[in-house]
């Protein structure tokens, strides 16, 4: 049974042959000005990284990729290509649109599997940054500074670096080597990573500000927020990201064979939740809303994914009371119908309940994936300027309202700021890593 | 249902599509599935004295992922027996009456070998016989094929050897590896030749392999020229034929061979003065059966234009083929592109600003990517027609001149005589 439950979890999509890789490489028209390029958050020159498939210079195509993401193995696997540049790809108007995220792969599993140096430390500069989390922000800050010369101290407080990559992202979609590989490159630039060390007990902010030149917050989000209903401390209510970390480390149990599971929400989150349910052998999953289709915020790849993994959705429908049987463990959840009412603030509709049509259904298990809390002490440990746990930045320097503190990543998307994708992260670490070099090399100027 | 019979100078067949004398034509076991598979006619693979052949023999270009984009080849003539290869002949013609063979061959530049061999092959029924001037490796080094071949004095001497003993039509084939074919061309004729056929197979070197540093192919650790053919070999051969074809001294029947990879190809090369083809590379990379749909598509092809006749296109196109110094100078195209069609690769931009006249400019249009071409400094190259992916996106369109025409020919005549 194990052995299938671990079967479930393997990488979904196999990588491409040399021969599918090359024909599809081949495909590429070479586009001048590409709009693929324009798509990337990364900015990777797409159409070169192809070319190089195609004229067999792996090396060279890997490299393009990286230089550009820090971790390009990663987005090639995880990125919402068809939103980003395969969306873009001009084939869409003719014929179909490069599989750019499968040559991503091809290219970047070269460069794992021959174990190449594909960058090199700098010349050190005498300069320390202290960065905050290990998360793709985090990596890719750290990976570019080093290169500049700076010496680099990553803060982890999980046991492994790689952040939502390792801990987060479903392993069939990514699996924890190809993160640790990316870790691996980073730590190969001199890049010391601490991780068990949280921020606030091992070592406190104070310490950071006063030991390094320059800060970078890249600590992400938090746990799951509580629904705020009745029984959610019943035993088998989860937390989204918990219960796929869980899957993640360790040893897949098989608590949920033949069991029914209620995911609570509609984002990717959600359907990671509901996913993995299916594959850890649950009888029945369903994802539960209380708007309809139209307003999940879920990717339609995802939703697609979903369906297929069989996952069964019901819109317009809200948790009441979670229902616990004497031993404390979920037997059933109380939700209401619900209808689309005038629109809020934000522009959506907003969800009525519709009086009178509670209803009970039997579930196992429940998983919250109801959004994210944010790490507010911790910002605030830092003395940082925050709007509702988003800490507020310049978004031209990333800076924070301390000057030498720069966030990037999760922990400054929300409130309308950012996007929270993997590759956006990565390009925002960047991004403050050449801040700070800037800033190194024309202090004059921004004095 | 269009007649696709030919008769080149004499030798009839079912359909234009031979199999030139090569390695799909080594036996009696190929040449009846080739006939059993449609092929009308088959040029036998070269007869002369057994050689031996060398292990590693071809070749192949890869071009952007497309496999045998060209193709290489070291193999010499046959190396069975003559008896064994007569017997096969005979054989097959027993089989298949109303095909064509014609046996190819090649022998030391004398009187009597020329005699000898065309009594031997014209005794087992051949249809034709076709001189091998042509082969450019290994026979090349020993006086025969292209060495030969690029001599016209023993063109048209060993061309007269074979037609003083031949009863069957003639046909000389001509290496391309000579700086004017028509000159060869011309040598066979006056040597006697009922026809001409080209190209054999142009000196070539496939490759050097980047690990190993040896050549592609290697025997053992080492590489001679080859010949080369296939799709790529196409322009070069369509041009020979068609020198050849508008020609007043090249009056015979040509046998267009090259690159013919579909009946699009072949019928190209039979407007430009083909009266058939000869096809190998294609076969070799595809098998026998490729010729249905060289029949089926130039059947169709005749039908759709209503043309009873595959013999009423041949040499249609020779009279548009002529010297630069008779092209009008005045004459104007421009390229106009359909934005509705465009998919914005921006090739056509990019080809045009690097490399040829700086004319089609980029432009945002209420946040639409457009691109738009400056008419009065396009000069009609069609570079951007060319690298276009997409059909219908760009357009080469006649524009008026204001001027009458006028070639360079009659410009430099009409100066001459002011100068008088």
């Known amino acids: 049974m194990t052995s299938q439950l671990e079967q479930n979890f393997m990488e979904m999509t196999s990588k491409m042959t040399k021969n599918e890789a090359q024909e599809e490489a081949n495909r590429c028209l070479y586009c001048y000005d590409a709009p693929c390029i324009t798509a990337c958050p990364t900015s990777i020159p797409i159409p070169s990284f192809i070319k190089k498939i195609a004229s067999s210079n792996m090396l060279g195509s890997a490299k393009t990729i990286m230089e550009a993401n820090p971790i390009g193995a990663s987005c090639a696997r995880v990125c919402p290509t068809e939103e980003l540049c395969e969306g873009a790809c001009v084939l869409n108007s003719s014929t179909k649109p490069i599989k750019i995220g499968h040559l991503q792969r091809y290219a970047t599993d070269w460069a794992m599997e021959s174990d190449v140096e594909l960058f090199k430390k700098g010349q050190p500069n005498g300069q320390k940054v202290a960065i905050v989390g290990a998360g793709p922000a985090g990596l890719s800050a750290a990976r570019e500074l080093s290169r500049f010369g700076y010496s680099v101290t990553i803060f982890e407080g999980e046991a492994k670096a790689g952040g939502l990559g390792n801990y987060g992202i479903v392993s069939f979609r990514l699996p924890n080597d190809v993160v640790d590989w990316e870790v691996a490159q980073v730590v190969k630039l001199g890049v010391d990573i601490k991780t068990n060390t949280t921020v606030g007990v091992d070592i406190s902010a104070e310490e950071i500000l006063a030991q390094y030149d320059s800060v970078i917050l890249a600590v992400g989000m938090g746990a799951v927020p509580n629904l705020g209903i009745k029984g959610e401390e019943l035993a088998g209510v989860h937390d989204a990201i918990e219960f796929v970390k869980h899957t993640k480390m360790g040893a897949l149990t098989e608590d949920?064979?033949?069991k029914r599971v209620?995911?609570?929400?509609?984002?990717?989150?959600?359907?990671?939740?509901?996913?993995?349910?299916?594959?850890l052998g649950a009888e029945q999953v369903d994802i539960l809303y209380r708007r309809t289709e139209k307003e999940m915020t879920a990717y339609q790849f995802e939703y697609e994914f979903a369906k297929q993994d069989g996952v069964?959705?019901?819109?317009?429908?809200?948790p009441q009371q979670i229902i616990g049987d004497d031993a404390g463990k979920v037997v059933g959840l109380e939700c209401v119908k619900m209808k689309l009412g005038e629109a809020g603030a934000d522009g959506r509709q907003r969800p009525e309940v519709i009086k009178g049509s509670e209803f009970v259904i039997e579930v196992d298990a429940v998983i919250k994936a109801i959004g994210q809390t944010r790490f507010v002490s911790l910002i605030e440990s830092f003395g940082l300027q925050h709007t509702n746990g988003v800490v507020d930045i310049d978004e031209t320097t990333m800076q924070t309202s301390n000057d030498k503190v720069f966030a990037c990543g999760d922990v400054v998307f929300g409130n309308g700021q950012g996007e929270a994708m993997v590759v956006t992260a990565a390009q925002q670490g960047k991004d403050a890593a050449y801040i700070i070099h800037e800033r190194l090399r024309k202090p004059s100027e921004i004095a | 249902m269009a007649d696709l019979r030919i008769d080149l100078?004499?030798?009839?067949?079912?359909?234009?599509f031979w199999l030139a004398s090569a390695p799909p034509t080594n036996s009696g076991y190929q040449v009846q599935r080739a006939f059993e598979a449609g092929w009308g006619g088959a040029v036998w693979k070269t007869l002369g004295e057994p050689i031996l052949n060398?292990?590693?023999?071809?070749a192949a270009v890869s071009y952007n992922g497309q496999r045998v984009a060209g193709f290489n080849n070291i193999e010499l003539i046959t190396d069975r027996p003559l008896e064994v290869n007569l017997q096969e002949i005979l054989e097959t013609k027993k089989r298949f009456p109303n095909h064509a063979i014609i046996a190819s061959l090649m022998v030391e530049p004398k009187q009597e070998k020329w005699h000898e061999i065309v009594k031997k092959v014209e005794a087992v029924g051949v249809d034709g016989l076709e001189l091998n001037f042509g082969c450019p490796h290994g026979m090349a080094e020993r006086g025969m094929g292209a060495a030969s071949g690029q001599v016209p004095e023993l063109v048209e001497k060993q061309t007269y050897w074979a037609k003083e003993v031949a009863r069957t039509p003639v046909i000389v084939k001509l290496t391309p590896n000579i700086t004017d074919i028509t000159v060869t061309a011309e040598a066979a004729v006056r040597g006697g030749a009922d026809a001409v056929s080209m190209i054999n197979t142009i000196n070539s070197l496939a490759g050097v392999d980047l690990?190993?540093?040896?050549?592609?192919?290697?025997?053992?650790?080492?590489?001679?020229?080859?010949?080369?053919?296939?799709?790529?070999v196409k322009p070069i051969a369509l041009n020979?034929?068609?020198?050849?074809?508008?020609?007043?001294?090249?009056?015979?029947p040509i046998s267009g061979i090259g690159g013919i990879s579909n009946w699009r190809d072949a019928a190209e090369f039979m407007l430009m003065g083909a009266t058939g083809v000869q096809v190998c590379t294609a076969a070799m990379h595809h098998g026998f059966s490729i010729v249905e749909d060289m029949i089926d598509g130039l059947n169709n092809y005749l039908d759709e234009k209503g043309i009873a006749s595959v013999m009423d296109i041949v040499g249609q196109s020779v009279q548009r083929y002529s010297n630069w110094g008779d092209l009008d100078l005045n004459y104007k195209i421009v390229a106009e592109i359909n934005n509705e069609v465009c998919i914005n690769c921006n090739k056509c931009h990019i080809a045009c600003e690097d490399t040829a006249h700086q004319c089609i400019d980029l432009y945002t249009e209420s946040g639409r990517p457009m691109l738009k071409v400056r008419?009065?400094?396009?000069?009609?190259c069609n570079l951007c027609a060319i690298v276009c992916p997409v059909e219908g996106a760009i357009s080469m369109v006649e524009r008026m001149s204001t001027i009458a025409p006028m070639t360079w020919n009659e410009r430099q005549s009409i100066i001459s005589s002011f100068a008088r």
Request: net charge positive; hydrophobic share 40%.
């Open chain 1, 256 to 258: 949920l064979v033949g």
């Open chain 1, 262 to 279: 209620a995911v609570i929400g509609a984002g990717n989150t959600a359907i990671d939740g509901a996913t993995c349910a299916v594959r």
């Open chain 1, 312 to 318: 069964g959705f019901k819109w317009l429908t809200a």
């Open chain 2, 9 to 16: 100078a004499g030798i009839k067949s079912p359909n234009p």
């Open chain 2, 54 to 58: 060398v292990s590693s023999r071809f």
């Open chain 2, 211 to 232: 690990d190993s540093w040896n050549t592609v192919p290697h025997v053992g650790g080492k590489g001679a020229h080859g010949g080369y053919s296939g799709a790529a």
């Open chain 2, 240 to 252: 020979m034929v068609a020198e050849c074809a508008r020609n007043p001294f090249v009056n015979v």
């Open chain 2, 375 to 380: 008419e009065q400094d396009c000069v009609g």
